[in-house]
């Protein structure tokens, strides 16, 4: 049984960064494809980053160039470094993760993936 297990969220104010980890237990994380969403309060959930077994990123455009995800495959954890952020980017945060093959397209769809973690608060103030 995989599970994940999302830390780092906090209160920052606008302008800082903040880097968020999503540690994984059980499974071959090595294996797994890797994403971020958030959800917003009153808002849809969306696709916020994701990262190929590979190691190619895929980025919402909203947070492209603010916004870095990275994984270690050691520590079976997956990261999403934030900067510049600002009062939009409050939501919760949760990873979500799939095995795939090494080819395998990225996805930006939530249902693709087969385990989340249960979230982290990243509140921004202004």
């Known amino acids: 049984q995989v599970q994940l297990v999302e830390s780092g969220g906090g209160l920052v104010q606008a302008g800082d960064s903040l880097r968020l980890s999503c540690a994984a237990s059980?499974?071959?994380?090595?294996?797994?494809?890797l994403a971020w969403f958030r959800q917003a309060p009153g808002k849809e959930r969306e696709f916020v980053a994701a990262l190929s077994r590979s190691g190619n990123p895929d980025y919402a455009d909203s947070v492209k160039g603010r916004f870095t995800i990275s994984r270690d495959n050691g520590k079976k954890t997956v990261y999403l470094q934030m900067s510049s952020l600002n009062p939009v980017d409050t939501a919760v945060y949760s990873c979500?993760?799939?095995?795939?093959?090494?080819?395998?397209?990225?996805?930006?769809?939530?249902?693709?993936?087969?385990?989340w973690g249960q979230g982290t608060q990243v509140t921004v103030s202004s």
């Open positions: 059980g499974g071959q994380f090595s294996r797994f494809a």
């Open positions: 979500a993760a799939r095995p795939t093959i090494l080819t395998a397209p990225m996805t930006r769809v939530y249902d693709d993936y087969y385990y």
